[in-house]
């Protein structure tokens, strides 16, 4: 019969926390919860990190309907690796809009790039104003030279 390995006991100093064996993945995964928090401290308290789904990817975040947010938080920045990934997986989720969101090493998560096409971002600005007016917003200050 085979005899499986012993598992020594933990250490006083060790603790009962699961660790990812890949340190890139465990930034990632950090980067994604550091993510979805900020969007439910802001408030969309239905923002939490996407279930896994392999090829068919729709995302890292769910709960922005409409949405497809990919997360990266790589040591070097790729902006059309992570703008075909985003192509692809507004695809698979058959959503209209799609964005990056990276992380910019040694600033905080709120001053992340949010990257998305410019013919994206031109269709969606009206939508806005629309919102803005509706809501009686203040109109979007000029800016000062």
């Known amino acids: 019969m085979r005899r499986l390995p012993q598992v020594a006991p933990l250490r006083p100093d060790e603790s009962n926390v699961l660790t990812v064996a890949n340190p890139s993945k465990a930034k990632g995964t950090a980067f994604e919860r550091a993510v979805a928090t900020y969007f439910v401290e802001h408030g969309w308290p239905d923002v939490d990190r996407a279930p ?16 497809v947010l990919e997360l990266k ?7 059309g690796g992570y703008m075909a990934e985003v192509a692809v997986e507004r695809v698979n989720a058959g959503v209209e809009w799609g964005a990056a969101i990276v992380k910019r090493r040694g600033k905080s998560i709120g001053d992340a790039y949010v990257v998305m096409d410019l013919s994206q971002f031109v269709e969606l600005l009206p939508a806005m104003l629309v919102q803005r007016a509706q809501t009686n917003s203040p109109s979007i200050p000029e800016l000062s030279a």
Not at 52 to 67: A, E, K
Not at 73 to 79: E, G
């Open 52 to 67: 896994l789904r392999g090829n068919l990817d729709r995302g890292d975040l769910v709960g922005i309907p409409g949405w």
């Open 73 to 79: 938080a790589h040591k070097s920045i790729d902006l």
